[in-house]
């Protein structure tokens, strides 16, 4: 059944926050699944987002796969390229790189994908994603070779997601970047929840619980975390129900 995308808009009717624990497959050791699967299971966590930047080809579906037989959380891919798109998820995030200008992100790997995703039966869901600076080059800047947006100008990002939402995009995500140093800080999010009336997303650099719960407090229907687990899984003791 396709409806991870209803159950958010539900969630988010029913007043509930929404978590993603991120898994990039890269950094993610497959023996550790069963065991990090079950601090995620015991935690507030909603979804389970898996990508990266750089995975290497198959790698995607046997960490999804080994996640599927321990958890009913909906398994969502975030994908840094075609080559990360797996039947064994349900669902997919159709990122459009928004805050940039490299066709490739913003229609040509769409493009590939489709022959791909024709053999899934993928729960598709378009996705606006803005990638605003920090101060340290991430991943995604590197490998989409995109400028990311000026924090300072706050309404230039708004501009940006509005124009997403117009041409049909069902989720935003704003993106710090992985491992960021700073995260997105309460200013841009409620700015942009302001105006947006789709479901707003948030994550990078999200390393404490005050963090958290300030992207909640700004707006955030949904916070994603993803290293501060990979560098300490004791992160978990501020997720507990
Ligand atoms: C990255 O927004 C996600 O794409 C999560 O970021 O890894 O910094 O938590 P972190």
Known sequence: MKEVYNNILEAILNNKKLLAILIDPDKFSVDNTASFIKKVNMSVATHIFVGGSTVEEHVTEIVVSEIKKHTYLPVVLFPGDVSQITKEADALLFLSLISGRNPEYLIGKHVEAVSKLKKTNLETIPTG???????????????????????????????????????????????????????????????????????????????SKSELENAYKSGADMVVVGTVLEEDESFFDNLQM
Do not use: C, F, W
């Open 129 to 207: 994603y803005v990638l605003i600076e920090n101060e340290k080059k991430t991943a995604i800047e590197e490998v989409s070779k995109t400028t990311p947006m000026s924090r300072t100008n706050i309404q230039k990002i708004v501009d940006t997601v509005i124009a997403g939402e117009l041409l049909g995009m069902k989720l935003m995500y704003l993106e710090a970047g992985s491992g960021a140093k700073e995260s997105l800080n309460q200013e841009i999010i409620s700015s942009v929840k302001k105006e947006l009336k789709i479901p707003l997303i948030v994550g990078g650099g999200i390393r």
